[in-house]
């Protein structure tokens, strides 16, 4: 597609329940990134995927995340048992140079 | 590890005025430097890059950085500003390296151009 498509684009979650992020990078992208990004804040580096090399998942704050990338193309992070720390905005860019961002996806925990 | 400074949190201009967002950053190798700009609600939109060359880069909307490899730092700069600048502005930084893709970012700095 011409930009990166993240969906939701916003979910609404109970504490404790399994999310499922979904990002559909641009078409030939070799990298992708998810970072989140909480109210007022920076961005925090999750993981990246690089072509076929294992992912760097020296971001994920807790083994409560994790992330695959399907056939170099559709990654999908995924949240368990969600807390309420876990809300924020999630965003995921591919790469060829520069990142191209999507639109993020808005996760509440209530 | 690599990383991103920008110092100021927030920065308030006047309209018409020059502003100037101030980075530096940190990483083993040569850099590839970026500026990303966040409007409310919206997702990041690149603005410019340094990867090789001119210290110069000039970018979308009128912006412009330098890069300085003495001072480490990656200033965003116009000499213009516009009320509709106003928004949340990050700096990011790769490793040239061969097989690292890891990009860091700042914390941002929010911009306020005030009429």
């Known amino acids: 597609g011409a930009g990166v498509s993240q969906s939701p684009s916003n979910k609404v979650t109970e504490k404790g329940k399994d999310v499922e992020l979904r990002c559909d990078p641009i078409s030939g992208h070799t990298a992708l990134y998810w970072y989140r990004q909480s109210l007022g804040q920076g961005l925090e580096f999750l993981i990246y995927?690089?072509?076929?090399?294992?992912?760097?998942k020296s971001g994920l704050p807790s083994d409560r995340f994790s992330a695959e990338r399907t056939g170099g193309s559709v990654s999908t992070l995924t949240i368990q048992r969600t807390q309420q720390e876990d809300s924020a905005v999630y965003l995921c860019?591919?790469?060829?140079?520069?990142?191209?961002f999507g639109s993020g996806t808005r996760l509440t925990v209530v | 590890a690599q990383s991103v400074a920008q110092p100021e949190d927030q920065v308030n201009v006047a309209e018409g005025n020059p502003l100037t967002v101030k980075c530096t950053y940190s990483?083993?190798?040569?850099?590839?430097l970026f500026w990303y700009v966040q409007y409310p609600n919206r997702g990041l939109q690149f603005l410019l890059k340094?990867?090789?060359?001119?210290?110069l880069v000039k970018g979308s909307y009128g912006f412009e950085a330098e890069f300085n490899k003495s001072q480490t730092s990656f200033h965003l700069k116009k000499p213009s500003a516009l009320v509709s600048d106003s928004a949340l502005y990050f700096c990011?930084?790769?490793?040239?390296?061969?097989?690292?893709?890891?990009?860091?970012f700042g914390k941002g700095t929010k911009l306020s151009v005030i009429p």
């Open positions: 990483v083993s190798g040569n850099p590839y």
């Open positions: 995927f690089q072509g076929n090399s294992a992912p760097d």
């Open positions: 340094y990867i090789t060359g001119d210290n």
């Open positions: 990011a930084v790769r490793d040239s390296g061969a097989g690292s893709y890891q990009l860091t």
């Open positions: 860019a591919s790469s060829l140079g520069q990142a191209t």
